[in-house]
């Protein structure tokens, strides 16, 4: 049996998102009140004509759905489509994970004689989406539900168990950068259970608030991790992964009680699905998933890390452009991350609504993404084993920003995106080692062991750049005030009196047609309720003058940089005495680009794009670039320097 490392390793890891059969033709309907589908290709989903479309595409993982959390007697259908789906994805080539919905059901049929609901502060039930509510996690009879499901899929031969939207009743509902509602379940039990009045209005900065979310995160877990023990010990060669929603674009440790940490620490691939696909936005700022990949990495102890990012969200994009699929797969891999493709829950007027990568119309699609699939299972071995190799760091500072975010998560991405706009390799570093680190960015923050570790850096001749306010031992560059408390925060009246109005709003949106109408066109269900990326203000590319600040605060760092008319992600790797610069390009064509070097080099131009290899010699390489390209030479200048 091939370790978790090999499993997941770049290029030999090449999942897909593909949630197809029965129930999910019913889910569209149900989610998406009576939108068109395209049933064909969804109940197709589960044949060997789908499974082989796939494997053509270069896939060798898909994700299947066991069960959206109908009730059984219409979920029944959906888990014999599953357990045939198994062994025809087997036949074909593909390993699949079996998808098990964590965190709400169908309110229908026998569901509706449950009392396993998660309950808002007035005691209501909490929407997930319509006809779906949360449910309590400390219920047993959920608890029971559950473990069951997880046992169906283990027995069904299913190599992984994914489980899905790992967070507990209501997220707070902000307006005007205030939490104006609470967070969790109101229920007797939550309440006896975490042995105080749960708060119904929540301010980050409180310890009341502090101590109440890191208990609610400490019960999903802890449940998380019994499931992951249960699917081991019925067959201890499956793996199990969730989903870490949005773990590093968004607040959603404090929001959500999604915890990356302990995602490490349960699972054997960290998986995060977030709203940043990799693009130039239309003002030219870059919109990327690089940021969440390596930072996800810096903070997984090891762990194998995974994304799926979607460009608008659920329901609101139409299949990728073939240019797009490999891009997003390409950044991945730049990064060490392996990209899950989202085949699914498209909604696409070529091919009659809500449909699958493996639909008619989307042949070209599948053809790209054979096309970089195929190349990075032939050169694997480029990421294997590979270590960063940039001086530059920006620290990444995942466990002071739950209850920091405002001052924190802005000056953290900016640094990153000003490094990117200007052309620097850096890499992301957290708790552990920073092995050949020279230029360290520190945003605001502190974590434990920070303060000996940056002192002991520090003190061996490494340069400490502070962001925000001043740190010891560090210069300090973009000086920032914190934000002043939000006027809603001030008033808590004003701000309960919001917050019963966006409840009130929140239950319309899955309630009403119209009313969901209106959000959607008005885009307010991305900039609300999905987070979309292109309304993500973190990904601001900072002035020029806080740029050139920064560049300043660097000074002689020895470096790669990249210069191109448009962004372009470059990625700079070890393998021993090899080095590899990784370029990916964010905008929709080729453009030419320049390698400025310390030292003339003698590189092979490696590529997805082009079938030939190419040699550059010197210390500036001029290319095309029209993907991703890789160079790679030997360690140390040539004779030509």
């Known amino acids: 049996m091939a370790t978790t490392e090999t499993l997941f390793a770049v290029g030999l890891h090449r999942p897909v998102y593909f949630w197809g059969g029965p129930t999910t033709v019913m889910m569209n309907r149900l989610k998406f009140m009576d939108a068109p589908v395209n049933e064909s290709v969804h109940l197709e989903a589960h044949t060997a004509r789908a499974a082989r479309r796939l494997a053509d595409a270069g896939f060798n993982w898909a994700y299947l759905m066991y069960n959206w959390g109908f009730p059984p007697e219409q979920d029944a259908v959906q888990w014999g489509s599953f357990r045939r789906a198994v062994d025809v994805f087997h036949r074909a080539g ?135 023990d249960l699917a081991r010990s019925l067959r201890p060669t499956v793996v199990v992964a969730e989903n870490v929603y949005d773990a590093i674009n968004c607040n959603h ?201 940056l002192a002991e850096f520090t003190a061996a001749g490494g340069r400490a750049i502070a962001l925000g306010e001043e740190r010891p031992g560090a210069e300090l560059v973009w000086a920032r005030e914190r934000p002043a408390t939000p006027v809603l925060q001030r008033h808590p009246g004003l701000c309960a009196a919001f917050g019963r109005g966006a409840l009130a709003l929140f239950r319309a949106y899955f309630s009403h047609r119209l009313f969901r109408g209106l959000l959607d066109r008005t885009h307010v269900t991305q900039r609300v309720l999905q987070g979309g990326a292109a309304y993500n203000p973190l990904f601001r590319v900072p002035p020029l003058a806080e740029r050139a600040a920064l560049r300043a605060a660097l000074g002689g760092l020895v470096t790669p940089r990249i210069e191109a008319e448009r962004s372009v992600l470059i990625e700079w790797w070890r393998r021993g005495d090899i080095e590899q610069l990784h370029l990916v390009n964010y905008a929709d064509h080729p453009q030419p680009v320049t390698v400025h070097l310390p030292w003339a080099v003698s590189a092979r131009l490696l590529s997805p794009d082009a079938e030939e290899t190419v040699s550059l010699i010197g210390r500036s390489l001029k290319l095309s670039l029209d993907v991703y390209t890789v160079l790679v030479w030997e360690g140390g200048a040539c004779a030509a320097d």
């Open 94 to 228: 593909l390993r699949v994970f079996g998808y098990v919905q964590l965190s709400n059901c169908v309110y229908a049929g026998s569901h509706v004689e449950e009392g396993w609901y998660a309950r808002d502060p007035r005691g209501r039930f909490i929407h997930y989406y319509t006809g779906r509510y949360m449910t309590c996690w400390l219920h047993p009879a959920w608890r029971e539900q559950l473990a069951r499901r997880v046992r169906e899929v283990v027995e069904a031969g299913a190599d992984g168990v994914f489980l899905d939207n790992p967070w507990m009743g209501l997220h707070p509902l902000s307006l005007f950068d205030t939490w104006v509602t609470g967070a969790g379940c109101y229920c007797d039990r939550c309440q006896a259970a975490y042995g105080r009045s749960i708060p119904e209005q929540l301010d980050p900065q409180h310890p009341d608030t502090q101590q109440y979310l890191t208990w609610r995160t400490g019960v999903v877990w802890q449940l998380i991790g019994e499931l992951a």
């Open 253 to 453: 440790y404090a929001e959500f009680g999604v915890d990356l940490r302990a995602a490490a620490r349960v699972s054997d691939v960290v998986m995060i699905e977030d709203h940043s696909f990799p693009r130039l936005a239309a003002d030219g700022a870059p919109v990327v998933n690089s940021i969440t990949c390596k930072a996800a990495r810096a903070w997984s102890g090891g762990r194998p890390v995974t994304t799926d990012p979607y460009i608008a969200g659920i329901g609101f994009d139409p299949v990728y452009t073939p240019r797009q699929f490999q891009r997003a797969v390409a950044e991945g891999a730049a990064c060490g991350a392996t990209t899950i493709v989202k085949g699914t829950e498209f909604f696409d007027p070529r091919d009659g609504g809500f449909t699958l990568l493996t639909g008619e119309p989307f042949g070209p699609e599948r053809e790209a993404l054979a096309q970089i699939h195929r190349w990075l299972e032939a050169h694997a071995d480029l990421y294997a084993d590979s270590r960063p190799a940039s001086p530059l760091a920006v620290y990444f500072p995942y466990d002071a920003l739950p209850f920091d975010w405002r001052y924190a998560a802005p000056l953290t991405f900016a640094a990153c995106q000003a490094l990117l706009v200007d052309g620097l390799p850096y890499r992301i570093v957290g708790p552990g080692p920073w092995v050949g680190v020279e230029a360290l960015i520190l945003p605001p923050g502190q974590s434990e062991g920070l303060v000996r570790q």
